[in-house]
């Protein structure tokens, strides 16, 4: 683990591979990140999230600031629970501008945190010490887990807004009938039209509405086909090549699991 306070213009390769977990907590800032090409303001009390295979850009610092970063290689982790675990926390995948903005008193139990971390790596290492570690790191790990959905609430506002465009983004898409040349909707197609990340957008959306990404395209999907179900003599094949299947088969298939219906039967109730 890092911890470094009054630092300048320092430098790193432009891009790189991590090969670790990468956790970033932001104390004190009192200046600007530059990671990759773009320039960030965190505010104090920021956390990201990094893993292993992922390329990053550089970071560069100006002014004076504190922060922690904590470096864990999945082999520390291998014939723990937490190996397993930890794959499992989608903010791993967030972008730099979805960082965890934390409260004060949220900011005091990530400090205490990392400290008993660093007095546990500062002292001598016994059989106990990754035990410690590992302990204090799926702590850490479920405060960031429970700190999200916080921000998720209480940002509310700009989340809905972005909930609102969701809809637009696939209400669009069906009804100018992409599906034709580009297939069905995927959650990366959605969040790159947002400028987020899939998994940030995935849980904004489990937060919000109870559903992730998928299932709620899913749910749009079924709502598009409903209509042209209800309300036109497409055959069941055009209106799935039409929503984006390459098969009927598929899209009869996955109606049924969300309606209790065949798209036949639907449409029969309707006449």
């Known amino acids: 683990m890092r911890k470094d306070s009054c630092f300048d213009a320092i430098q790193f390769p432009a891009y790189d591979v991590l090969s670790f977990y ?22 104090e009390g920021s956390m990201m999230f990094l ?8 970071t560069e610092y100006s002014g004076s600031a504190e922060w922690f970063v904590l470096l864990v290689h999945p082999d520390y982790l291998l014939g723990t629970p937490l190996a397993k ?3 499992q926390y989608a903010y791993f995948s967030y972008a ?14 990530i400090l205490s945190v990392f400290q008993i971390i660093k007095e546990e790596l500062d002292n001598r290492i016994d059989e106990f010490s990754q035990d410690v570690v590992i302990a204090q790191l799926d702590l850490l790990l479920n405060y960031a887990n429970r700190f999200y959905k916080r921000q998720f609430l209480t940002r509310k506002v700009p989340h809905t807004d972005l909930l609102q465009q ?7 898409y069906f009804n100018q009938q992409k599906g034709l040349e580009q297939g069905l909707p995927s959650v990366q197609y959605v969040s790159d039209q947002l400028n987020i990340s ?9 937060v919000l509405i109870g559903q992730n990404a998928t299932q709620y395209i899913h749910y749009k999907l079924i709502e598009s086909a409903k209509e042209k179900l209800s ?6 094949s055009e209106i799935a090549y039409i929503l984006g299947f390459e098969h009927s088969q598929s899209f009869s298939k996955l109606f049924k699991a969300k309606t209790q219906k065949t798209p036949l039967e639907f449409r029969h109730a309707f006449n």
Do not use: C, M, W
Not at 23 to 42: A, L, P, S
Not at 101 to 109: A, V, Y
């Open 22 to 43: 990468k956790i970033t907590f932001i104390i004190d800032n009192k200046g600007r990140v530059r990671y990759g090409q773009h320039y960030y303001d965190f505010d």
């Open 51 to 58: 893993a292993p295979n992922q390329l990053v850009g550089s």
């Open 85 to 87: 675990k930890i794959k």
């Open 96 to 109: 730099v501008n979805e960082a965890l903005h934390l409260s004060d008193k949220e900011r005091k139990t």
């Open 166 to 172: 969701t809809e637009a983004i696939l209400d669009e």
């Open 198 to 206: 899939a998994g940030y957008l995935s849980d904004l959306l489990r």
């Open 231 to 236: 309300s036109t003599n497409l055959s069941i």
